[in-house]
């Protein structure tokens, strides 16, 4: 049997057989991964992951277990991060914050670009878009979204408040996203943000 | 002599020799291209490219003939459709529908940029600017276009009513990118869509 | 001792040292490429370059100066010469003006891509964006905009109307960006264009 609790997966300790295929099923994994040279020193206290986290707990009325990381700004480490989290945890989603401008040690979405089998250029557009109405200098943004395997992978911004402004620009998109990659089906509280499915692709229970 | 009539080239039979010359400076072509693994066997009715051909039909005065085809999701076979329709055919434009979302038969973009000598990201933006006016998974079409040698290939959407929404987003540029690389003179029925040109650009008959 | 006038760099004669230390830190140079076959044989007033040159010294405060270079639209010509504006003369900010459109000769945003480290996408869209307001052809242009190490290069349209626009659409965010890639702080006449820096970034004399 399992029991799930506030995003925290709590195992029954019979019958680990039946728990391992129910574990399959159930259980939605969300990667959160800061990327910050400071933050992995521990100079600076990491904001953007779990700022990250607060919202992804707002928007998700499903069940799901965090998986998080904190790293310096180097392209191998990045990617190797990223390859874990997707085909070793099997997140459906992973989003990263931090990285993502033109400093040289910028180097988020050439990481993820080159983890990706499909990179999803209109993610990044509509976050642009939408966080130019806030600062003109969102143009500097370089952040991606793309997908490796079952894996839907989005680059937020650095800054925490701007990691809701992105978020809720695609977030209704993001659901109906990994269905089609046959990830975890997401179920949000739409009372906070709406995802929008073709009626075909939803499932009633 | 040549005699259009419908979309349809009919031949006289005399003079052949001027009737090939004529042929050269009359005849555009168009190509429709259907990716969709069901379609191609049949197991589904191909409304997309029906879709596209009539759109097609309204929007321009000139003569111009359809080439059409209806292939699976496979990456290599499409980009064969695409250089065949262009470097054997002739056409002035593509257009191709389905295969542009994120999941792992979604492979026409891919194929696309294969064959392009030119990446026109301009296209991929509005398109997806306008869809997002209907839904917000706008976003995860991957949907391109580009160039190769005298030939503009688009990616249009697989739902036939997003067909005519993309075109009428980015219909406006077409003819004067098609004189820009050395294609046909398209003409538009105005009262549909309005084709753009610089003054300099405009033939008068 | 460094006398600025009028974007000139006066030098005077005495103590060379100091003033080549200075030089140093003073000196700002911004690089126009034309790029055009037309005008680079002379057949062709170049206009582009002097509108770009115009509108720059309506834009900055600070004492800048000029290199400028009217060459044909020859790939590896166009990638000679901002590698030589970027590396040698220093250059902090590069733009250019034609070769980005659709047809054969166009080969501006290839070059680009070619010398610059990290591209950044978010220019490009906010540049046709903005040029789509005027002409329904805006989404022709393959424009972009890139870093190579500590210089920002920047495609323009060919057409000296079209430059403002797009200059006035991005330059808000141009000085920041110069700052992240550790080029020279731009001052901006607030009047015309104002920069916008987050606060820990402006620097008060």
């Known amino acids: ?4 609790k506030e995003n925290t997966v709590l195992y ?3 019958d680990k057989e039946i728990q391992g295929v129910e574990m ?3 259980e939605t994994k969300i990667g959160f991964i800061t990327v910050s040279d400071r933050a992995s ?6 904001l953007g992951g779990p700022a990250m986290q607060a919202w ?3 928007a998700l009325k499903s069940n799901w277990t965090a998986v998080a990381s904190v790293i310096a700004d180097e392209q191998a480490l990045i990617e190797q991060t990223l390859i874990e989290m997707a085909d070793v945890e099997g997140c459906s989603l ?3 914050t931090g990285g993502t401008g033109p400093a040289k040690r910028d180097v988020t979405p050439e990481a993820t670009a080159e983890v990706c089998d499909k990179i999803l250029d209109g993610f990044a557009e509509q976050m642009r878009s939408v966080s130019l109405q806030y600062v003109p200098t969102a143009i500097l943004s ?3 979204a793309g997908t490796r395997g079952s894996t839907l992978i989005i680059n937020l911004p650095g800054k925490p408040s701007a990691i809701g402004e992105c978020l ?3 977030f209704p998109a993001v659901p109906y996203c990994i269905d089609l990659i046959e990830g975890a089906y997401l179920e949000t509280n739409d009372a906070f943000i709406k995802a929008f499915r073709p009626k075909h692709a939803i499932k009633t229970s």
């Open 24 to 26: 399959e099923k159930c």
């Open 94 to 96: 992973i989003v990263t």
């Open 142 to 144: 370089r952040q991606i």
């Open 12 to 14: 029954a300790d019979n």
């Open 56 to 58: 992804m707990a707002q």
């Open 1 to 4: 049997m399992l029991i799930f």
């Open 41 to 46: 020193r521990g100079e600076y206290e990491d």
């Open 168 to 170: 809720e620009a695609v």
